[in-house]
C-alpha cells in the first residue's frame, strides 16, 4: 500500500475515534473515489501516491464547483458543507502556488519556448504544454490557462 493511502486510512482511524464526522464522511468518500479509480480499467491496479493525489485534487475540485453552484442557488448550508470538505481535502494537496510564482513560472516558460501573442492556439498550446507538468497539483487548469492568456495577450 502506497505511503498516502496508507496516512487516509490511519487519518480515518484517527477521525473515527475522534468522533469527527465531517472528516469521518470527507476520507471514506476520497478512499472510495481512490478505490473506484483502481478497479477502473482493465486490470484491478494500485495507485501511487501522485495518481492519488490527481484523485485528490478532482474531488476538491468537485467540491469547490459544487459549493459555487449551492451558492447561486441560495443554499448555504450545503456550500459551507462543501467548503468544509474542500479543506479536508486541501490537507492531502502540495501547497498551492501564489499569483506571484505563478505568473514567474509562466513568465520564464513563455520565454523559454519564445510565444509572442495570442496568434492562434499554437502557442498557448505549446506554453500549456510545458507549463501543465511543472504546475500539476499546485496550480487549477483554469487559473493557469488564464494567466497564459493574460501573459501572451500583453
Do not use: C, H, W
Not at 100 to 117: D, M
Not at 142 to 149: A, I, N, Q
Amino acid at each position: 500500500m502506497t505511503g498516502l493511502k496508507t496516512q487516509l486510512k490511519d487519518d480515518l482511524t484517527a477521525a473515527m475515534k475522534a468522533r469527527d464526522e465531517l472528516t469521518t464522511a470527507t476520507i471514506r468518500m476520497l478512499l472510495t473515489a481512490v478505490s473506484t479509480e483502481e478497479v477502473s480499467g482493465k486490470a484491478a491496479r494500485e495507485l501511487s501516491d501522485e495518481e492519488i493525489l490527481r484523485v485528490v485534487n478532482r474531488e476538491a475540485k468537485k467540491r469547490r464547483e459544487a459549493a459555487e453552484a449551492f451558492e447561486a442557488a441560495g443554499r448555504a448550508e450545503q456550500a459551507q458543507r462543501e467548503k468544509d470538505e474542500e479543506i479536508v481535502l486541501a490537507r492531502y494537496l502540495p501547497a498551492q502556488l501564489s499569483d506571484q510564482e505563478l505568473t514567474e513560472l509562466i513568465q520564464s516558460v513563455v520565454a523559454q519556448v519564445g510565444a509572442t501573442g495570442l496568434t492562434g492556439g499554437a502557442q498557448l498550446g505549446a506554453v500549456m504544454k510545458q507549463v501543465t507538468p511543472q504546475v500539476a497539483g499546485r496550480a487549477d487548469g483554469k487559473r493557469v490557462s488564464d494567466e497564459v492568456r493574460r501573459q501572451l495577450a500583453s
